[in-house]
């Protein structure tokens, strides 16, 4: 009788992986385990403060998300419970955002979709807003040719590529050395009459904070009175949409505004569901141009559609129904609640650190972001780095134009980030900082001699 050693694959003793599909087939095990094997290599994605996705569920949900991978979303005709459960996400999101005329009976009576993260959400807003004002602009017999669209140097890089590839002008608003959100001031002097809207963020990248959203809805609204151009706001709550709600209820920034048309927003983020799911709704129907909704009828029914996407799984949806049924808005709230607790704290403990200075100190939403003062010797990137050496992904980077002479370094406190792991990250932050300050970080004994 033999027996193989553990490590004798082809794959295992191969020192350059393959970048060609091979000539025969691998036992699955073997497969399995050299996968695996690469993927040790990966930071782990607990200790990831770079991202504000989730990065962990319930075993409940990780299950139900199993039993839908192989579900596809398009074909609602072939899956229609699944396309049911969409369509009620959907809903509980426009209700969440105090979408008017909303049938509580019905939950097609909102008027949005579910999609692959805010990106294409980003998208689908941007497409809308920019059809309305062609139809408009056209109805009246002006020229449609320079749509622009009016938005802080703070938004995430999908806008960006929304105006690139739509060709629509980016009217960028910079920032200033100690204000990293847009105001209504910038954006009544900026927006004319081929403006196609305002983007404004509930939840900035850069520092979590909530743009003014109702102070440039109500500026937009007095020079709509005065004559000047009737422009729309899309508010961009990828990273607060599922956070304002619970921890400031008293914050107007949704439907609640007139002025607002559409809002999207991450599920993957503070939706507390595993990537990547986003919705984007609208107002009313009034504010999604027919035109830019598809009929199909080969996957079996007449099948409306508005997506960027096609085909993709229905398992998303299916995680983020999950949270909805089971968190409801009083577990909602609790998690957020104590997320945000955590953020305090970290940022109250780092203040206290000589040479930080707090930027953000998540009363916004659970994130931090704080700088160092330019006399300590090394600077965000350098402490950024030495944190990566204890197994801490936490991104330092430039603020945006306007504030550019700033760097920071951003914590972001998800689920599944407990009081012992903060009081760890501040450990490794003090404790790597007083190594820098002596000119580099010091061997370490991990054992007791």
């Known amino acids: 009788m033999s027996a193989d050693p553990a490590y004798t694959s082809r794959l295992d003793l191969q020192f350059n992986a393959p970048a060609r599909l091979g000539d025969t087939s691998i036992e699955a095990d073997d497969v399995a385990r050299h996968i695996h094997d690469e993927l040790m290599l990966d930071g782990s994605s607990r200790l990831n403060l770079a991202t504000f996705v989730s990065t962990w569920m319930e075993p409940q949900a990780r299950s139900l998300m199993a039993e839908a991978f192989d579900k596809n979303m398009i074909d609602k005709d072939e899956y229609p419970a699944t396309a049911a459960i969409e369509t009620r996400c959907v809903s509980m999101v426009a209700d969440l955002f105090h979408a008017p005329g909303l049938d509580p009976a019905d939950a097609a009576s909102a008027t949005g979709v579910s999609t692959i993260g805010s990106s294409e959400a980003v ?79 509930l939840g900035t990248t850069f520092t979590g904070e909530f743009e003014p959203v109702a102070e440039i809805a109500e500026a937009l609204d007095a020079l709509a009175a005065s004559g000047g151009p009737d422009v729309d706001i899309h508010v961009d709550a990828a990273s607060g949409g599922f956070v304002a709600p619970f921890l400031h209820p008293e914050l107007r920034w949704d439907f609640r505004l007139p002025r607002v048309a559409s809002i999207n927003v991450s599920g993957h983020k503070y939706g507390l569901t595993y990537p990547g799911v986003g919705f984007v709704v609208w107002r009313d129907r009034g504010r999604l141009p027919e035109e830019l909704v598809f009929r199909v009828s080969y996957l079996g029914g007449d099948m409306p559609t508005f997506t960027l996407n096609f085909s993709r799984p229905g398992n998303q949806v299916i995680g983020q129904y999950y949270n909805f049924l089971r968190l409801g808005r009083e577990g909602y709230a609790k998690v957020m609640g104590a997320l945000q607790r955590i953020a305090r704290w970290i940022a109250d403990e780092l203040g206290k650190l000589p040479g930080v200075r707090v930027v953000a100190d998540g009363s916004a939403i659970p994130v931090v972001a704080f700088a160092l003062a330019d006399d300590l010797g090394f600077d965000v990137h350098e402490l950024s780095h030495a944190l990566r050496a204890e197994g801490w992904q936490v991104p330092a980077y430039p603020m945006p134009d306007g504030a550019e002479g700033l760097s920071v370094l951003r914590i972001v406190i998800r689920e599944g980030f407990s009081g012992e792991l903060a009081q760890a990250l501040v450990k490794s932050i003090s404790t790597a900082m007083g190594e820098l300050a002596q000119g580099g970080q010091k061997p370490r004994r991990h054992f007791a001699h």
């Open 123 to 201: 998208m689908l807003g941007g497409l809308a807003l920019k059809w309305r004002w062609r139809l408009a602009r056209q109805a009246a017999g002006k020229d449609t040719s320079r749509p622009n669209l009016v938005l802080g140097s703070n938004v995430q890089v999908v806008w960006e590529k929304f105006c690139r590839y739509f060709d629509v002008e980016p009217r960028y608003l910079p920032m200033a050395p100690d204000r990293y959100t847009i105001t209504a001031e910038q954006v009544v002097g900026a927006v004319d009459e081929n403006t196609i809207g305002v983007v404004a963020i």
